[in-house]
């Protein structure tokens, strides 16, 4: 490691274009206020040993000898490299790097090699991706011996502790420079030493694809080190939360929560601790109720647990259980059929008041309260965005997780819950989460969103005859509507069929499925039912087969040429794999184009949320009506996909009361 103390020794970043680059900071979120203390660079080798530099900026000091460069002399010399395009940074998680620069008014315009999303494409069968663990892989020889130190260090003289945005963090910036940049150049090392190991892979090139053009892993690569700028703007963008609004939603909700505990309370006879299952399960019985518990797990000849339905998990026999009630969604919807044909209004009211407080309280603690947590000076929430927490290639999002907020019609569970009770509630809190995502002064939010794509790639790469015909008579065909004038039967029940067998359901998932909606069939009806959808879509039951033995080889590949890896006996998965890893590349595209084009035209506007198959923005009014219809051209854009791809585009004052946009320019013109 050397320590620039002096200006003059800074490296000189124009000898070559590939650097590796670290920042060590004095927290987590760029946001917040916090910044970067000290830079660690060195030029990339593709072997051999390159010096490391370590400039501190911002450091606490201490009696080591050791000063600060200066911090605006440093950021030029820094800056002039990430804002030259001819030039590359190479490292770990650079998103939050980038974002650290972008903190400090450097807005990073060099291309970028990620270590990170780079182990995802190649080795994508697990869900952690830090360096330490890519070091013990990889270069398992290779010790992080100042590590150590510095956590003995910050034990000693800085205990863990909560941050303001509510992570358990360090402030860099206070340990000594030498130390804190012995620990950065250890880094640097390891990311260099892992991505030569990843370079050694062997990577797989083109291959006949569905009969498409065929993408090797070196193009996805290309793409997925794009994508790490894209989600880094995203970021840096935040979504703008309607302040005032969360905070009365808060406060009503929990005298909400309060006023249902004082009804279980007497219904129960007597006040009880609800988050308690066993005082739960006393006062549940009190209530003339009938408890389920969890059944004990049973495990096949290889260990796997037996048994992938939830409604399959409980039992109201105490020996054959694990002596412990359940209270998950499935139960609480078996408790409320179960008591409602029963007659036992007692019961069935202490469950859905149960529900209804269980639930409120899950989305104050996960979804208000974080929201007023994690939201910056200016109102702004900033998630983070993940390449490579999802192994068939869908992107995810914590910190907080933006992905979870219940579309407008609600979740899954409050869904089931209206079939229960015969009635829509439009006033649900679920349905209430996206209203708080507003758009600035002078602007809207505009959604799109691609229609029933998961549905139409199945039936492109299941070359499904019967459902492309349909598609190319009439782009907007509605597959479940299709599905149901194939087979002969209602649109209810061909949605259902759709999704069990493009992710993994079988005759006696059907069943269950049914039977729980209202329409009781037994595994061998299911069957049938099941028989008569191949009988007349032969193709997808071929696609479904190839895709199962595909998998028998360890992985599949879908679309885009990534490998989803599938699990020994798990090949049920395959064709849910590869689905929903071609429409999460199909969108990841879609977000690149989106920042190209974006840059490209100077378009004031700011992309700042994709959630699923959804990319939302915020666009100046008076621009609404003009940049929507190019926006809707970009996001469908994808010419060697066999079938038309087509997206829902609404534009409202929150992400919540959207409407459809043809309706939105009639609305302007009649004002």
């Not at 009630?325 to 139960?331: E, L, M």
């Not at 087979?487 to 759709?498: A, V």
């Not at 992400?655 to 043809?662: A, D, H, L, Q, T």
């Amino acid at each position: 490691m050397i320590l620039v103390q002096r200006l003059s020794d800074l490296p000189d970043l124009s000898a070559t274009t590939h650097w590796l680059y670290d920042s060590e900071t004095s927290g987590l979120s760029p946001y917040h206020g916090d910044r970067i203390a000290g830079i660690a660079v060195s030029p990339w080798s593709s072997d051999g040993e390159a010096p490391e530099y370590y400039v501190p900026i911002r450091h606490r000091l201490h009696d080591d000898g050791c000063e600060n460069l200066p911090v605006e002399n440093v950021l030029r010399w820094i800056g002039d490299a990430a804002r030259d395009p001819k030039k590359t940074l190479i490292g770990h998680g650079l998103k939050y790097d980038v974002n650290m620069l972008r903190a400090d008014g450097i807005l990073t315009e060099a291309k970028v090699i990620d270590s990170l999303p780079y182990a995802h494409v190649v080795k994508g069968d697990r869900l952690n991706y830090e360096l330490d663990r890519l070091t013990k892989i990889y270069v398992p020889d290779f010790k992080h011996t100042y590590l150590e130190q510095l956590e003995s260090w910050f034990a000693q003289n800085q205990p863990s502790k909560k941050t303001s945005v509510g992570k358990t963090g360090r402030n860099y910036s206070l340990a000594p420079i030498e130390l804190m940049g012995n620990y950065a150049c250890e880094d640097l090392q390891a990311t260099r030493l892992v991505l030569r190991e990843l370079k050694k892979q062997e990577l797989w090139g083109k291959i006949p694809n569905f009969g498409l053009p065929s993408f090797s892993a070196a193009e996805l690569l290309v793409h997925e080190m794009e994508l790490v700028l894209t989600l880094a703007d995203m970021e840096w963008n935040g979504a703008q939360l309607g302040e005032m609004h969360c905070l009365q939603l808060r406060d009503k909700a929990n005298e909400e929560i309060e006023q249902l505990f004082d009804e279980l309370y007497k219904l129960a006879g007597r006040s009880f601790h609800v988050m308690s299952w066993k005082e739960m399960w006393l006062a549940f019985e009190s209530a003339g109720g009938v408890v389920l518990f969890w059944t004990k797990p049973e495990f096949d000849e290889q260990g796997r647990r037996r048994g992938k339905q939830k409604d399959q998990q409980f039992t109201t026999d105490r020996s054959k259980s694990t002596g412990r009630p359940c209270w998950n969604s499935v139960a609480i919807m078996r408790y409320l059929e179960f008591f409602r044909r029963a007659g036992n209004t007692k019961a069935f009211e202490f469950v859905r008041i149960y529900r209804e407080a269980s639930q409120r309280q899950r989305l104050v603690s996960t979804n208000l309260d974080v929201y007023l947590q994690k939201r910056d000076a200016a109102g702004r929430i900033h998630g983070q965005f993940h390449q490579h927490r999802v192994v068939t290639g869908r992107l995810s999002s914590t910190d907080p997780n933006e992905e979870n907020v219940a579309v407008v019609k609600g979740n899954a569970d409050l869904k089931a819950l209206e079939k229960v009770l015969g009635a829509k509630d439009d006033n649900a809190l679920s349905r209430q989460l996206r209203k708080l995502f507003v758009a600035e002064r002078g602007h809207m939010i505009v959604s799109l969103d691609l229609s029933q794509i998961e549905y139409r790639a199945a039936a492109f790469m299941a070359n499904d005859l019967v459902l492309l015909n349909k598609y190319r008579n009439d782009p907007k065909t509605d597959y479940h509507q299709a599905t149901s004038d194939i087979i002969g039967c209602d649109r209810d029940l061909s949605k259902t069929l759709n999704f069990l067998s493009l992710y993994g359901g079988g005759p006696t998932a059907l069943a269950a499925k049914l039977t729980a909606s209202g329409i009781p069939t037994t595994v061998e009806g299911a069957k049938q039912i099941l028989n008569r959808m191949f009988q007349a879509r032969p193709s997808l039951r071929a696609f479904l087969d190839r895709m199962s033995e595909s998998a028998r080889k360890g992985y599949v590949q879908n679309c885009f040429g990534r490998r989803c890896p599938i699990p020994q006996g798990m090949e049920y998965i395959a064709c849910n794999y590869v689905v929903q890893g071609s429409c999460g590349d199909l969108l990841r595209r879609a977000l690149t184009r989106f920042r190209r084009e974006i840059k490209e035209h100077k378009w004031p506007i700011k992309m700042f949320l994709p959630v699923h198959d959804e990319i939302v923005f915020q666009v100046p009014t008076e621009l609404v009506a003009e940049l929507v219809p190019e926006l809707v051209k970009i996001m469908c854009y994808c010419p060697w996909f066999g079938v038309p791809i087509l997206s829902d585009a609404e534009v409202g004052s929150n992400w919540g009361e959207v409407i459809p946009f043809s309706e939105w320019v009639e609305t302007r013109k009649a004002a």
